[in-house]
């Protein structure tokens, strides 16, 4: 079976870090794009970061210098490592899994991501 599990949500403090972790199954993570996506309400669906599986790495320029996203090919796992965290964080963070494997892209369809997770909620408030 194909599956994308996130975890690590939690209530964080403006300025707070949190790191979330993407656990696969059916595929290994290390030949596909992976992607993290947010979506906050009344908002659309937000591409924050991608890894290709060649370990190049793309960020919305949001999160750009706050986020970082890496891979533990031994855990088959995808993290995205959150600092500096702000309000405008707060979402419901998704997983997702590519078709291709160079270029990653923030766009869902260009990306072509066809496995998602159910995702995680972050909250930052004070």
């Known amino acids: 079976q194909l599956q994308l599990v996130e975890s690590g949500g939690a209530l964080v403090q403006p300025g707070g870090s949190l790191r979330l972790s993407c656990a696969a199954s059916?595929?290994?993570?290390?030949?596909?794009?992976m992607g993290w996506f947010r979506q906050a309400p009344g908002k659309e669906r937000e591409g924050v970061s991608c890894?290709?599986?060649?370990?190049?790495?793309n960020y919305a320029d949001s999160v750009k210098d706050r986020f970082t996203i890496s891979r533990d090919n031994a855990k088959n796992t995808v993290y995205l490592q959150m600092n500096s965290l702000k309000a405008d964080d707060t979402a419901v963070y998704y997983c997702?899994?590519?078709?291709?494997?160079?270029?990653?892209?923030?766009?869902?369809?260009?990306?072509?991501?066809?496995?998602w997770g159910q995702g995680t909620q972050v909250t930052v408030s004070s």
């Open positions: 059916g595929f290994s993570v290390d030949y596909k794009n």
């Open positions: 997702a899994a590519s078709v291709l494997d160079t270029s990653c892209s923030l766009r869902v369809a260009a990306g072509a991501y066809a496995l």
């Open positions: 890894i290709s599986s060649g370990g190049s790495t």
